[in-house]
């Protein structure tokens, strides 16, 4: 089976809203849940967003019959990691803006509601946890992407030669 660009687009793709989806549902319960008690679920979704760039590189090694070499996994992983990133980040801020209000007009009277009320300790009513939520999204499922392309092309990487032809130990 050979692989093309346009076959290797639609699984980048693919890779990358199955990452996304994956970073999305533990952070949308947290942001739409009742509080900011579940502080943990963004983190989760960080992990499973790690794991799913791991096995992207799996299922792609195993597309191209073991034989992709260091550098089609490692630009596998990149690539799904900066598309999953950037679609985190836009759903995050879209949950985020839904949650606390970012786009709606705020009268005097709110403003001092919100700042009389008294919230969780975690986070003020500075919508604080939104603002963690977007940068979680992009920032540290950035870095965990790059983490797991570097972890999973080398992992995945099968029958490692020297330039003499001699298999790696």
Not at 54 to 73: D, G, P, R, T
């Amino acid at each position: 089976m050979s692989l093309n660009q346009s076959s290797l687009n639609s699984r980048y793709i693919v890779y990358a809203l199955i990452a996304s989806i994956a970073y999305l549902l533990p952070t949308a319960y947290f942001l739409l849940g009742n509080g900011n008690t579940k502080i943990w679920l963004p983190y989760l979704g960080n992990f499973l967003f790690f794991i799913s760039i791991v096995v992207a590189i799996a299922f792609f090694n195993v597309e191209a019959h073991q034989h992709a070499n260091m550098k089609s996994l490692l630009y596998t992983g990149l690539r799904t990691t900066i598309i999953a990133a950037i679609f985190c980040a836009i759903v995050a801020f879209i949950l985020a803006a839904i949650k606390y209000g970012y786009f709606e007009e705020k009268t005097n009277e709110a403003i001092e509601a919100a700042q009389s009320t008294v919230t969780n300790s975690a986070f003020n009513n500075n919508n604080q946890a939104g603002v963690m939520v977007i940068i979680n999204a992009l920032i540290v499922n950035f870095i965990m992407g790059i983490l797991g392309s570097l972890i999973g092309s080398s992992v995945n990487k099968r029958n490692q030669t020297t330039v003499k032809g001699k298999e790696l130990i």
